[in-house]
């Protein structure tokens, strides 16, 4: 069962981040803003660009944890968020989305994915 607290603080995160530009499926977690063509996010408090699983690393656990922690971006998201492999699979990969490219998303699709993890749709 995924972690509901979790993905509801993540929401909440996502449509933030958003509004600063700083949410981008491409990248795991990123500052560089010159390769990214997000030139905006350097207004971002922190001015770090993330996709979903970036994002909840970054919410969850501090830089030390996270440099500690055995894997990478994604397997530490799925621990956090406790998904299976098909839940992060779904999500992490965009298979939610019914666009024509991974870049395309944007938090509010995000969060319509997070959705329907929360209400048992994606096993």
């Known amino acids: 069962m995924p972690n509901i ?7 909440e995160v996502l449509l933030d981040v958003e509004t600063h530009n ?14 990214s063509g997000l030139e ?4 971002h408090a922190c001015g770090t660009f993330a996709c979903i699983g ?10 030390q944890e996270f440099c500690k922690a055995p894997g990478g971006v994604k397997e530490n998201a799925i621990k956090l968020l406790e998904l299976t492999d098909t839940q992060a699979d779904w999500l992490f990969h965009g298979k939610f989305y019914k666009g ?17 993890l929360i209400a048992g749709k994606v096993k």
Do not use: H
């Open 54 to 63: 970036g994002w909840a690393v970054l919410t969850f656990m501090t830089p």
């Open 40 to 43: 905006s996010v350097k207004n």
């Open 5 to 11: 607290e979790r993905l509801t603080k993540l929401k």
């Open 100 to 116: 024509a490219q991974i870049a395309d998303i944007v938090a509010a699709d995000a969060c319509a994915a997070i959705d329907e």
């Open 22 to 35: 700083a949410f981008n499926m491409n990248m795991y977690i990123s500052t560089d803003y010159s390769e």
